[in-house]
């Protein structure tokens, strides 16, 4: 079992920046991919951003491209979201997720985060 940790959640005016984080702990063989999903009040969960394992490959929602950056530290086992030029319909709980093999004789298994809210006012 693997518990992903998130951080960096918060109140932000318009225009501002914040950075999300997520940790895996333990012992990992390998995550690929990993991904950042958010769910608006009254709303279904939606893609934001994803990564595959070589960095070199990502994905964005289109309300999001030019905006937020996802990254991650596969050393570190630990995935990011730099969120710039925020706008109030970002305001979301945001979820990581990861696809998460953690012993080369089990098959991979997906794991969310906890959630972390991020308020943007206008």
């Known amino acids: 079992q693997v518990q992903l940790v998130e951080s960096g959640g918060g109140l932000v005016q318009a225009g501002g920046s914040l950075r999300l984080s997520c940790a895996a702990p333990g012992t990992i063989v390998r995550i690929d991919p990993m991904a950042w999903y958010r769910q608006a009040p009254g709303k279904q969960r939606e893609s934001v951003a994803i990564?595959?394992?070589?960095?070199?490959?990502?994905r964005y929602a289109d309300s999001v491209k030019g905006r937020f950056t996802i990254s991650r530290d596969n050393a570190k086992n630990t995935l990011y979201l730099q969120m710039n030029r925020l706008e109030p319909e970002d305001t979301a709980v945001y979820y990581c997720?990861?696809?998460?093999?953690?012993?080369?004789?089990?098959?991979?298994?997906?794991?969310w985060g906890q959630g972390t809210q991020v308020t943007v006012s206008s």
């Open positions: 997720n990861m696809n998460v093999r953690s012993d080369r004789a089990v098959s991979p298994r997906v794991y």
């Open positions: 990564i595959e394992h070589n960095g070199g490959t990502t």
